[in-house]
């Protein structure tokens, strides 16, 4: 599983909110005590999707502009296959579920929680095939190749965390598949962009907005 914890935490002693941030969900089993919250998303037709959040997950109060960003970029025929990697509890993913519902839908989170929450506003909004595993990265869909991959990666893991799940996505994606990833633009966009050109051999940003950049591949 995703340990981002420990090595984070080593690399930034001085800063306790730091740490305190990874502890919450970077790791496979939260502490913090519950604190359930309802977050709605308007869809393009003007339908609407309902999610019920807690503590101990990644932005528990709402949809953040990064997750914004991403689902506006990316762009996903009915009928292909799509990863939605570190799902959280699974605005991205259900989004693509919802939109596409031919489409194969898996999506990954190392936190506990969030998957329960993943795979319950799943069924909530009528996405019961999309499917939710808990695990480390790529190894949770091993031996699996998706059209789409997306992820809003957990940039304060550290880059040789991100590093990694760039290139996991890279050899789990079909030729020509598509991968993106969302950074904000003063956390490291930058850099995250060119070793996605250098892992992928191409990049491009098809949404830049709110202080985000996302960056799009193809394999």
Same mark, same amino acid.
């Given at each position: 599983?995703? &340990? ?10 001085? &800063? ?10 970077? #790791? ?9 919250? #309802? ?13 019920? #959040? ?12 990064? #997750? ?42 190392? &936190?506990?929680? !969030? ?9 909530? /909004? ?25 992820? /809003?990666?957990?940039?304060? !893991? ?43 051999? &191409? ?17």
């Amino acid at each position: 599983m995703w &340990n981002y914890s420990a090595g984070l935490c080593r690399s930034t002693r001085h &800063n306790l909110e730091v740490c305190a941030l990874a502890e919450q969900y970077f #790791t496979p089993s939260p502490t913090s005590g519950h604190e359930r919250r #309802t977050v709605r998303r308007r869809m393009c037709d003007g339908s609407e999707l309902i999610f019920e #959040t807690d503590a101990g997950v990644f932005s528990k109060g709402r949809v953040d502009r990064g #997750t914004r960003e991403l689902i506006k970029a990316i762009r996903l025929e009915d009928g292909e296959s799509f990863l939605d990697l570190g799902c959280g509890w699974g605005p991205v993913g259900i989004t693509m579920a919802v939109s596409c519902p031919r489409s194969e839908v898996w999506m990954v989170d190392v &936190n506990e929680r !969030a998957c329960e929450l993943a795979r319950a506003n799943a069924r909530a /909004n009528g996405a019961d095939r999309a499917v939710v595993v808990c695990g480390d990265g790529l190894l949770a869909v091993d031996g699996r190749k998706f059209d789409v991959i997306a992820t /809003n990666p957990p940039i304060r !893991a550290g880059k040789s965390v991100v590093h990694r799940l760039v290139e996991e996505a890279r050899d789990h994606l079909k030729p020509g598949g598509r991968f993106y990833a969302v950074a904000r633009t003063k956390q490291g966009a930058g850099s995250l962009r060119a070793f996605i050109r250098e892992t992928f051999g &191409n990049a491009d940003e098809p949404e830049i907005g709110g202080g985000y950049r996302v960056i799009r591949a193809v394999r």
